[in-house]
């Protein structure tokens, strides 16, 4: 590690009584056992827990649907970057040498995991109020961003506003691919943006829903594109 693993208590708002545990949470099965794996998947439960009840608390008016999708979008791989970034967890990651020569501490996923295996130490260590004032701490910007109005849109149609909010074509869907048996179709599309050269894919059991991916995955990348 060659950031400040005390630097990162003090970003996180929480201070560990059992050290151990905090690295663990930062260890990489690249680097060895113990890792955090076990602790990622405490830590996914408890993020889901924890933004459940913060959506619930903070939109009364909105269905169960318009919830679960609200809270979908903050979990994915992309929330959980944003936040590690701001922590700049990747400084105080274990990786073993080849993840480390291949820059796995800036690798999204990488990045997205070690932080809810954090969650998953926070909550051994403190109990579930600990994890709880941590995890929204962390959250309220996004959440306060959220416009239920845009964020319930499906990627298709939001992409497709953004697009000609900045007066440019409407993106292209085409199939790549289609695998598997015909009762039982993966099907890959590419949403393709010329006006930007952009390129992103998506998986499904359907073409639309392979199609919802790659608006996902394109939108993901536009938002960080000024018009």
Do not use: W
């Amino acid at each position: 590690m060659s950031g400040d693993p005390e630097r990162l208590q003090q970003r996180l708002g929480y201070r560990f009584r059992d050290r151990m545990l905090l690295e663990q949470a930062l260890t990489h099965r690249s680097f060895g056992q113990p890792n955090n794996e076990r602790l990622e998947f405490l830590g996914d439960s408890l993020l889901n827990c924890v933004t459940a009840i913060a959506l619930f608390e903070r939109f009364g008016e909105l269905r169960e649907g318009e919830l679960s999708r609200l809270r979908a979008s903050l979990v994915r791989q992309e929330g959980l970057h944003r936040v590690a970034n701001e922590l700049e967890l990747g400084a105080v990651l274990r990786l073993g040498e080849g993840e480390l020569k291949s820059g796995g501490f800036r690798r999204p996923s990488i990045l997205a995991d070690a932080l809810e295996a954090v969650f998953g130490a926070v909550y051994l260590d403190g109990g579930f109020t600990a994890v709880k004032n941590v995890i929204d701490r962390l959250y309220a910007v996004m959440i306060s961003e959220i416009d239920p109005a845009q964020a319930l849109k499906d990627p298709k149609t939001a992409l497709q506003e953004l697009l000609q909010g900045r007066k440019l074509p409407l993106p292209n869907y085409v199939t790549v691919d289609v695998h598997g048996e015909a009762h039982a179709q993966d099907f890959e599309v590419m949403c393709v943006i010329e006006a930007f050269d952009l390129r992103t894919t998506g998986r499904g059991p359907s073409r639309r829903a392979a199609e919802q991916q790659s608006a996902q995955h394109a939108l993901a990348q536009l938002r960080g594109i000024k018009a």
